[in-house]
């Protein structure tokens, strides 16, 4: 799960670390596969000192990449929301729509999914558990600097949600439970409630 990280070029530091070592344990692989026998392990020139060395190159790449996932994490904080083997996955295929689908459960707790344009190139609706569907008012553009297009995908929904509950206020939508989500119904009569509450103990 390493390599698609290290291949986009996530860690140039450590790209061509990782691509040595990468290589390296794959040709020993193919070696040992060739033969099918244990034995040959051992026989391998040099192999003693090749794999500490190997694994040394690894953990260097390893700390380099958990100083990447935290500052990632300080660049969207939902991410502490997901293990390191989630957000690996999330930042190494942040265009595909469906690990973006198995993943945003877990960063947003009112979306369980999410409709897609047509060349997937951007969210258009929301989706909740009961299957509610609400509608952006601008499409989210899918990037690759995935903190930033749920950093915009945060805002679309907040935002939608803000203008839904503006218009169901000033009563300037005639059929509210159609195009509003219940959520923010709720508020409507919830704020309604309150301010009659307020006028009645103000006498």
């Known amino acids: 799960y ?3 990280i290290f291949a986009r ?5 450590q790209q ?3 691509r040595n070592v990468d290589e390296e344990f794959r040709r020993v692989m193919s070696q040992l596969e060739a033969t099918r ?6 026989e391998i020139p040099g192999i003693r000192d090749k794999l500490p060395q190997m694994a040394q190159q690894l953990d260097v790449c390893q700390r380099a990449l958990s100083d990447f996932l935290e500052e990632k994490r300080s660049m969207f904080p939902r991410f502490y929301f997901i293990g ?3 957000l690996l996955e999330i930042l190494g295929q942040s265009k595909n729509p469906t690990v973006i689908q198995s993943h945003l459960k ?3 707790a009112g979306i369980h999914k999410v409709k897609f344009s047509q060349d997937t190139s951007a969210i258009t609706t929301m989706m909740s558990m009961d299957t509610e569907n609400v509608d952006f008012t601008s499409p989210v ?3 690759e600097q995935i903190e930033s297009w749920l950093g915009d995908l945060n805002r679309a929904m907040k935002g939608t949600l803000q203008q839904q509950l503006e218009s169901v206020r000033s009563g300037r939508v005639q059929d509210e439970f159609k195009v ?3 959520q923010t119904i709720c508020l409507k009569e919830a704020i309604f409630f309150t301010e009659a509450a307020e006028k009645a103990i103000a006498g």
């Open 16 to 18: 061509s670390r990782f």
């Open 106 to 108: 877990k960063l947003f």
């Open 37 to 42: 026998k244990v034995v040959s392990f051992a």
């Open 9 to 13: 070029g996530a860690l140039p530091q």
């Open 180 to 182: 509003a989500a219940s």
């Open 2 to 4: 390493l390599e698609p």
């Open 141 to 143: 553009r899918v990037t």
């Open 84 to 86: 390191d083997d989630d």
